[in-house]
């Protein structure tokens, strides 16, 4: 059929400009192009639409009557037709969602003849029509993009981000596509603008494409013009980047604190605060910052972005004790609501910030309940949080325990640890847990790190069980680790083998000979468990006896003054004995230790009369009074029979009582012999007490 003439007559109008009456001086003309449209050519569709777009044409009515024809006749028009009608469609902003989507099928299924800017049109036209371009498309639009790149990488910066846009709502993202597309943006990042540049963070990191040339260079460009970023696209920024893996951890704190202070909104607090703990960007500064700004957001979060936000805080150090107990409060709220994942999640996070009151029963009750559907690695994790969690998680954990227990062939080093923490808090175990536990270890002993056989050798030296076998593996492979131990993990370990009453020779003088290489950087506490360790263990060795010489000069150098990390159990005899001199010395303990005005030390210990010690005790004994020697401190022991005895000796060493109303001379002194006392010793006590400034006495034993 030979050109429409109102078509071509309307085509020179619109190249011309309108005539002086206006578009009214043109309707007559539109009327007969649209009275004859079911005849017109796809060519003659094409001048006609964009004749009218030219023309800024306004009557929806003219356009609907167009899009209605088109959607007829788009089998028998060309795609490439096609697409520039859409174009025309878009430019004159008149969308038509059935028209589109019937072209969207044509497309899909013919996209051949279609250049890069052709692409890049019809896709533009989709999105300003709110019509949403699906995978198959996208994918089409690729494929036919990769075999014509000469000109994808000419055409216009907003055809690119119109396919990063539709990319990133369609979910799809072509990894071929996105390689070239990093090259062309990277070209580019210096004019695109903050909304574009958000974009491109964004979709991006949502398609995992992490080039780290243009993550780089992204970030200088965000730098840039970070003044003038989109206050409502920080957030979608952040996401993105942390998504990407960012190093650029100064420009997270600068996009988190911007977004801060302009008050987030509920649906953008979990992807920020848990993609910037990912990347170890959320140190607590931050993260309090953050719930500070967010606290009235809680109550909007489901039971995911609560469990997540949790874990986040966790491993951020968060202290705003107002969010933390919201998020407890509302994760027992939602406990239903979790998966075994977020109760894992909830369950860990709940324990490390303190959260017992709030989530220590209602979590606990919620594993028993859903025991069956957790996983190995899970249940040993909620052993751990649980222990923590309950004020009484022995009933909790024999549930727990019962259900692991087929699973522990499987169970990895991390999973190991986490069942011993349990133990070590709870105090409690089961036979057959313990017995496949330790098989599983030996089975794994060359893949444990330090944490972990330390963890391990504890647990058990805490649940007071004898494994020969386990505890030699430990020792083995604490011994051949031993480098990779650090000195407050030296002292626990040490510390875990006495105790358990494990006094063999390849861990410990391991752990001597480690130790003494970390004299430089010793602190009170690991030195204390180092100095107890060795003084009960029952070992004699050049490296044993060099240590502990060598901890007693860096603690005399240093100033320690206390060396005992803990309060130790006392006897019922050690208590009455304790009242006794507290009676004599208000406000001292059993163990006594005054300073002399030289810097010297005395300290007076009371054993009872008939105290008999084994040779493991005795030895230890010897050691310990040696080690506080070394320190400086002389040793006094009292050896009575009960107390009388011991207010005897007390107003012999003292003189006199600190209560004037105590009478000093005894109705009757006791008939049995004390234990021999050092005169020099006697004689010093004595000249501490009267020369002894208020507030010197120590009240607790160095050791």
Known sequence: MARCAQVAKL?????????????????????????RLPQLQGSDVVDLTRSLARLRWTDEATWKDIGSVVTQKVEEMKVAELVKVAGAFSVASQPDTEM????????????????????????????????????????????????????????????????????????????????????????????????????????????????????????????????????????YTIHGLCLLDCKDKQLLLELASAWAAKGPE???????????????????????????????????????????????CAQSGCTHTDFLDSL?????????????????????????????????VCI????????????????????????????????????????????????????????SMAWTQARVSTEKLREAYAARTIDMIDELDPATISHITWAHSKLQVSNVDLFKALGVRCAASISSFNPSRLGCIASAFVDAGVHDEVPLISIARQALRYLGQMHPIPASHLARAFIQA??????????????????????????????????????????????????QLLSLVLPHCDGSHLNLEVDPLDLQLCRLDRAARTRRDQFLEDLGVQVLRLKVRDQDDLRYHLLQIFGHPADPSVDDSPEELPASEVGPLDEEAVAMCGHVWNEMEPGRVQHESLL
């Open 538 to 587: 029952d070992l004699e060795s050049s490296e044993i006896t060099a240590l502990l010489e060598s901890l007693a000069s860096v603690a005399r150098q240093q100033e320690w003054t206390r060396l005992s990390p803990s309060h130790f159990e006392q006897t019922d005899f050690q208590k009455q004995c304790a009242q006794t001199v507290q009676d004599f010395l208000p406000g």
């Open 328 to 360: 407890g409060k509302a994760a027992s709220l939602k406990i239903s609501e979790f998966s075994t994942q977020d109760l894992c999640a909830a369950s860990f996070a709940g324990a490390k910030l303190s959260l017992a009151p709030i989530l220590g």
């Open 364 to 419: 606990p009750g919620a594993a028993l309940k859903r025991v069956s559907d957790f996983r190995a690695d899970q249940l040993a994790l909620m052993m751990h949080a649980v222990s923590r969690l309950s004020d009484s998680p022995c009933e909790y954990l024999q549930v727990l325990e019962h259900a692991i227990l087929p699973h522990v062939p499987t169970l990895t080093p991390v999973d190991l640890r986490y069942i």
């Open 100 to 235: 589109l989507k019937a072209m969207m099928g044509r497309v899909k299924a013919a996209p051949r003849g279609l250049k890069s800017w052709s692409w890049g049109d019809f896709i533009v036209s989709l999105q300003r029509a709110a019509v949403k371009p699906d995978k198959e498309l996208l994918k089409a639009a690729a494929d036919a993009i990769l075999k014509d790149l000469d000109s994808f990488r000419k055409i216009k910066t907003p055809y690119i981000m119109g396919f990063v846009d539709a990319s990133l709502r369609a979910g799809f993202f072509h990894q071929g596509m996105f390689h070239v597309l990093s090259e062309v943006v990277m070209e580019r990042l210096e004019s695109l603008s903050p909304y574009e540049l958000s974009k491109v963070a964004l979709t991006w990191g949502q398609a995992n494409y992490k080039d780290d040339a243009l993550v780089q260079s992204l970030c200088k460009a965000i730098h840039t013009n970070l003044p003038a970023f989109p206050k409502n696209r920080i957030s």
């Open 11 to 35: 085509a020179k109008l619109a190249a011309t400009g309108p005539a002086a009456s206006g578009q009214a001086g043109l309707q007559p003309s539109i009327q007969r192009c649209l009275g």
């Open 266 to 312: 509920p649906i953008q607090v979990p992807s920020v605060i848990c993609g910037l703990a990912r990347l170890g960007a959320l140190d607590p500064a931050l993260c309090n910052q953050i719930a500070a700004c967010s606290l009235h957001c809680v109550p909007h979060f489901n039971a995911k972005s609560v469990a997540a936000i949790l874990l986040a």
